[in-house]
């Protein structure tokens, strides 16, 4: 079974730039995530999606971060214009379903940002 | 409200167990769970707990659970230098997204 897929791996911009990153989960589950972990820290959901509808994006800073998850599948993940506190890792990650059971999350191996 | 804390670093020699914990504020999360992060990768699923138990085994790892105070441990036995790596403690929150811990540092010396 392929696992979580995302691109690109490295990613430098420069502040005020525009940024986009992709995500491609297990197949067959309908739950997706966006974390960003930044350096010495543990992953901060940015937000959850269930099928193609938004289950919670209360941490994702909307002024400048957005994403989709067109027809309930791949998802793109993105930031305008960047700040030099985006720089972190985007790992994205994927589940058969949500809610509070053992409905393991499986990572992909995760964006780095560089913003300068 | 939801937070997650463990010790930042533990050093152990090759073949000494391992005990990385983790404090937890959540009551009603009904699953925690254990990953392996190694540099430059993903997340790796370890193992989980379900909060109605005390202890899990898996092979060399073993996890023990006190809801009470709400402590989590992950003994890992026999430590091999290829545990070297950052571990997260996590826990289930309303609508299943996780919160994690700052992760602990496991060094491991030959």
């Known amino acids: 079974e392929a696992g979580v897929a995302q691109s690109p791996r490295y990613k430098i911009i420069e502040k005020r730039q525009s940024v986009a990153f992709w995500c491609n989960p297990i197949s067959g589950h309908a739950t997706l995530y966006w974390y960003q972990q930044i350096l010495g820290q543990g992953p901060k959901l940015l937000i959850q999606?269930?099928?193609?509808?938004?289950?919670?994006d209360s941490q994702l800073p909307k002024d400048r971060f957005s994403a989709e998850r067109l027809k309930g599948v791949d998802s793109t993940l993105k930031i305008q214009p960047a700040k030099l506190e985006d720089s972190a890792v985007y790992l994205c990650a994927s589940s058969t379903r949500a809610g509070r059971g053992s409905y393991e999350q499986y990572f992909g191996p995760g964006t780095r940002l560089t913003v300068t | 409200g939801e937070d997650v804390e463990q010790s930042l670093f533990l050093s152990v020699r090759e073949g000494d167990s391992s005990v990385i914990n983790c404090t937890y504020t959540d009551s009603s999360s009904t699953y925690l769970y254990w990953y392996k992060q190694e540099p430059g990768a993903g997340l790796q699923l370890l193992t989980y707990?379900?909060?109605?138990?005390d202890m899990k085994q898996d092979q060399r790892l073993t996890v023990l659970l006190n809801k009470k105070d709400k402590h989590l441990s992950l003994r890992i036995a026999d430590t091999q230098t290829g545990d070297s790596a950052i571990y997260f403690c996590?826990?289930?929150?309303?609508?299943?997204?996780?919160?994690f811990g700052q992760g602990t540092e496991l060094s491991v010396k030959p």
């Open positions: 996590a826990e289930s929150a309303k609508g299943g997204k996780l919160i």
């Open positions: 707990i379900f909060s109605n138990m």
């Open positions: 999606f269930q099928n193609n509808g938004v289950v919670d």
